[in-house]
């Protein structure tokens, strides 16, 4: 449990508290001698304060709300643990944003329902002061820094749904809203698909209930869901209750206990939240996709690689034919004369193969014997060859030497 607790001046005094009482209240506890007897201790010191006429007044201020660094835990919104039960948002450029936990290092606007507060008064958030538990107790700081009557809230809303139908870049879908006035009041709406298509609402239809007409930049799928993000009010809770602490005696006032969480509540009454069916884990049930079979154009089919055509070629009409044959079971008499055929055969085969080596041992002796005659014709042609041009050179100087006879 949580209790925000309002300051009007800053006072680090242990066993010291503030408070902030109308005229009216003052007069009370100045005549009641049994406050002024009884439930006054030294130790505890109590300020009187009257408030100016706007302080009397209720309205939604917000304060800047700061989670303490030395608190173990974050502030949990939504649950009813403050004597003053504010909300904290997230002030973004156009709407304040709810936030469900105070952030871990930076600053929210916390606005709630209560007395209308001076601006920079400081508040803090105290854990309970009943219970001996471990730990810092004060949870947030913060102070007021805004005056205002109501605070506008909003949080996040995101609609889906689903085409049932597609025409190019025109779909109608359905699922996303439940009558005809909704989708009316969506008309102009942004939706976007989850791979990122983004579209407009144009008209609702007549049926289904909630279906309506839509565009998008490009063709979606019937398996993309579209949704449609959009935020709506949150009202601030109505609850304001001040901490009377000291108006207990002085041995019950250490054991002051305000609001009970929920959780305490139902620990105590024994009650057990149901599982929400939406949250459980569900096997998954996908359809298998059956794609179309892939046609590349002619054109596109001769600017591509070899290794990426398309291959179609004859189809194997041995393949075909071995399918179609029927297996035969042969008797004792006929597997001895198959297997006989087949030693035959391979006799046959094992004898071609030695005629083939032999045959090719005969011809490379025989490459041999003529290629030795060859180098012999060609020297004994070298040898017959210089005997002739060395004669016919002798011929031809005799001849240049002998005189000419005219």
Known sequence: MVVVVMVVVVVVVVGMMMMTMTTQQVKGMINDKVFATQHLHTSTLC??????????????????????????????MASPMFSIHPVCVLPLSIVSRLLKYTPEHVACIAHFWGPITPQSTGFLAIQDVATKQPGFRIAATGAVVELDKSAHVTKKLKLIGTPYKIYK??????????????????????????????????KGEVKPEGAFRATFEDKIVLSDIVFCRT??????????????SLLLPSEHKSLWQGMKTQGQLKREKGVRRDAELDSMYTPIH?????????????????????????????????KNLES???????????????????????????????LKQATANRMAIHRKTIDREEKRKLARQRVVKKQVFRAKSKLESRDKTMPRHR
């Open 47 to 76: 300020v009187p304060k009257v408030r100016h006429q706007e302080e009397l007044e209720s309205g939604e201020p917000g304060e800047r709300f700061h989670k303490d660094r030395d608190a173990s835990r974050i502030v949990y």
């Open 169 to 202: 870049k025109t779909a109608f879908i359905k699922g996303m809203f439940s009558s005809a006035l909704e989708v009316a009041k969506f008309e102009g709406g942004k939706v976007r698909t989850v791979s990122g298509i983004r579209g407009q609402i144009k």
């Open 231 to 244: 935020w709506y009010q949150v009202d601030i809770p109505k609850f304001y209750t001040p901490v009377t």
């Open 286 to 318: 996908r359809e298998e996709k059956v794609f179309k079979p892939l046609s590349i154009p002619r054109n596109l089919q001769k600017e591509l690689p070899y290794k990426d055509k398309p291959k179609k070629g004859p189809v194997d009409q041995k």
């Open 324 to 354: 179609q044959r029927i297996a035969v079971i042969r008797e004792p008499h006929e597997q001895k004369v198959a297997s006989l055929m087949k030693m035959l055969k391979m006799s046959y085969s094992h004898k071609l193969d030695q």
